[in-house]
């Protein structure tokens, strides 16, 4: 398996467009997570998922973030309108049960908002 | 509400002296803890967990419910120890895994 896959690696774009970032967590692992990550704050859940569903999307900044798991092998996160705060490295992680702390992440997708 | 701190956001040591990395931590039930590392131009991976007492490339933590802490120990450091490390908690109760702000790492030659 080759673990959590996420595109793009890198996003370099100007405030205002709208960000697309994917997921596709391992096969058989049921939950996904979107996490954030800055210098200032390390790493913040935005939201996770069981099952496709939405559990928990307190760390959702604000309205211009949205995340969906049409699937279980796909999940988006989108930023519309990006804002230069937004700039940060985006994890998603996944795991095989809902009740472990052992999470499985990718390598990450760096967006940078001008 | 649950909540990781890690005092240090960088911490610098030489090759062969020990290392301990702060983590504490609030919540009021019992939580499970873990430390992840994230490795230069690797993924962020679980290095260990609480409940499995185990060493794990020579580290070793324990919780400590009084202080409410799970620092990370290692009586000599490596230079490949070099990384940034998280403190991870989680309910026993739910999946939401709440990350300190990380600890970056440097063992000196």
């Known amino acids: 398996d080759a673990g959590v896959i996420q595109s793009p690696r890198h996003e370099v774009t100007e405030m205002g467009q709208e960000v697309t970032l994917r997921c596709k967590p391992i096969?058989?692992?049921?939950?996904l997570f979107w996490y954030r990550q800055t210098m200032m704050r390390g790493l913040e859940l935005l939201i996770y998922f069981n099952n496709n569903v939405p559990i928990d999307d307190s760390g959702m900044p604000e309205d211009r973030f949205s995340a969906k798991m049409p699937n279980a092998s796909f999940s988006t996160l989108k930023i519309q309108p990006s804002e230069p705060r937004d700039s940060a490295v985006y994890f998603c992680?996944?795991?095989?049960?809902?009740?472990?702390?052992?999470?499985?992440f990718g390598e990450g997708s760096r967006l940078t908002v001008l | 509400a649950q909540r990781v701190t890690q005092p240090e956001k960088l911490l610098s040591v030489f090759k062969g002296a020990p290392v301990e990395l702060k983590c504490n931590y609030s919540?009021?039930?019992?939580?499970?803890l873990f430390w992840y590392v994230q490795y230069s131009r690797q993924r962020l991976q679980l290095l260990l967990r609480h409940i499995s007492r185990e060493s794990i490339k020579g580290f070793t933590a324990d919780l400590n419910k009084g202080e409410t802490s799970f620092h990370l120990k290692k009586p000599f450091a490596q230079e490949e120890d070099s990384a940034m490390y998280y403190c991870a908690l989680t309910p026993t109760s739910g999946s939401r895994l709440t990350f300190g702000e990380g600890t970056q790492l440097t063992v000196n030659p």
């Open positions: 096969s058989g692992h049921n939950s």
């Open positions: 992680a996944s795991s095989p049960t809902s009740y472990t702390g052992e999470l499985f």
């Open positions: 919540y009021s039930g019992s939580p499970e």
